[in-house]
């Protein structure tokens, strides 16, 4: 069974302080990995996925498979960054690809 | 373009009654999948559904059942609700072309279900 485990349920730090939102999953082919962020009063949207290498925001995950992780960094965080996280998983083409596995979230709170 | 619409934004039922909950999804997609988001338990995968065909369905019981029409729209149902029913259902949209999610699920604002 697939799962996604974010440690932390909420995360405090100082504005201009680097961030990191961690995220490990269990799955046993190759998953796509998907960070989720909602805003105060937002719908949920997609931050970033691994796919695509991207960097949204100055956030960056990189996707660890020997670790399983799947870790959200930020190097100076800013106080619109304060937010809800969700790590997701999907499964590879096949059953369960369009089907998302979510973290329980990270409140991360950025202190002026 | 306008975004995921759900409907009702908010409702109150009481056990044993059923509910049903739709979603309008982004002009031209084709994927609409639904999420049940609870404080204890997360945001948790119900089923999603692909030019009118059930493509994945999550853990729940057949008490929670879905369906699309040929316009994209869905809807779920829920009958003989429980308390522990109440929760946010959040529905989102994606082209749901190729064999994974290639780009961004949309959601809804979502429907906030209460059980008394």
């Known amino acids: 069974a697939q799962r996604v485990t974010q440690p932390e349920k909420l995360l405090s730090v100082f504005k201009g302080a680097p961030v990191e939102l961690k995220c490990n999953y269990s799955y046993s082919g190759s998953p796509e990995l998907f960070w989720y962020v909602q805003y105060s009063r937002q719908r949920l949207q997609l931050l970033l996925r691994?796919?695509s290498r991207e960097s949204i925001k100055g956030f960056t995950a990189d996707l660890n498979k020997g670790e399983t992780s799947f870790h959200l960094k930020k190097p100076f965080a800013q106080e619109e960054d304060s937010a809800m996280y969700y790590c997701?998983?999907?499964?590879?083409?096949?059953?369960?690809?369009?089907?998302?596995?979510f973290g329980k979230g990270t409140k991360l709170s950025v202190i002026p | 373009k306008a975004g995921v619409t759900q409907t009702p934004r908010y409702l109150i039922k009481t056990r044993g009654q059923q509910v049903t909950l739709s979603c309008s999804p982004i002009?031209?997609?084709?994927?609409v999948s639904w999420y049940q988001q609870t404080p204890g338990q997360g945001l948790q995968f119900l089923f999603e559904y692909f030019s009118e065909t059930q493509r994945n369905k999550g853990n729940f019981p057949g008490r929670f059942s879905g369906r699309q029409f040929s316009n994209s729209r869905s809807e779920m149902n829920v009958s003989t609700l429980e308390l522990g029913d109440s929760a946010l259902y959040l529905c989102?949209?994606?082209?749901?072309?190729?064999?994974?999610?290639?780009?961004?699920?949309?959601f809804g604002e979502g429907s906030r279900l209460t059980v008394l």
């Open positions: 989102a949209s994606n082209h749901g072309l190729g064999p994974t999610i290639t780009g961004e699920l949309f």
């Open positions: 002009s031209g997609h084709r994927s």
């Open positions: 997701a998983l999907s499964g590879g083409p096949g059953a369960g690809s369009y089907q998302l596995t």
């Open positions: 691994h796919i």
